[in-house]
């Protein structure tokens, strides 16, 4: 075989490990992350006529603030009744206490925010996710957060992201 072809088999092979490491990172924190809710904002409503998309936004979002012109990389959170959060601050590291969470802070052009911008449902589906009010997240130590379920006010479970 020609080097230019090992090469290619092994940056392949290492594309894949890279791609599969981050898979196993991903699953480990849907399996074994704490249960996080974050108040939903109100959004467009409009945005649930768009087939199998619901736009989100978070209320704990207008409390992030930049600091001389940076994010902080955290978000600390109390946890409430229920998994429900509410806001005590931001830092450049997490924080390891008992009903406490730290969220990396997602930066972006219209602002920093906790979460995604959107949950992707099955199409026909819009009716149920009205009700929306609270996102469920399953959060690391590490501060990683994948938005996993969409809750109503009471905290009955609306549907979950598909895996």
């Excluded at 249960?35 to 209320?59: C, K």
């Excluded at 996102?135 to 479970?157: K, N």
Aim: aromatic letters at 10%; zero cysteines.
């Amino acid at each position: 075989m020609s080097r230019y072809v090992l090469g290619v088999i092994a940056a392949w092979l290492l594309v894949m490990a890279v791609a599969g490491y981050a898979v196993l990172g991903h699953e480990r924190t849907l399996r074994d992350g704490q249960l996080v809710l974050l108040r939903l904002a109100p959004v467009d409503p409009r945005s649930l006529m768009q087939g199998d998309y619901m736009a989100l936004r978070f209320e704990l979002d207008s409390q992030l603030r930049a600091e001389n012109g940076k994010w902080p990389a955290y978000a600390h959170l109390q946890l409430g009744a229920g998994a429900r959060t509410t806001f005590i601050g931001t830092g450049d590291t997490p924080i390891n206490e008992p009903g406490r969470v730290s969220m990396r802070i997602r930066p972006g052009a219209g602002g920093a925010s906790l979460g995604p911008n959107g949950f992707f449902f099955q199409e026909g589906k819009a009716a149920l996710y009205e009700a929306a009010h609270w996102g469920g997240f399953r959060v690391a130590a590490d501060g990683t957060a994948l938005l996993t379920s969409l809750y109503s006010e009471d905290l009955r479970l609306l549907g979950n992201n598909r895996r």
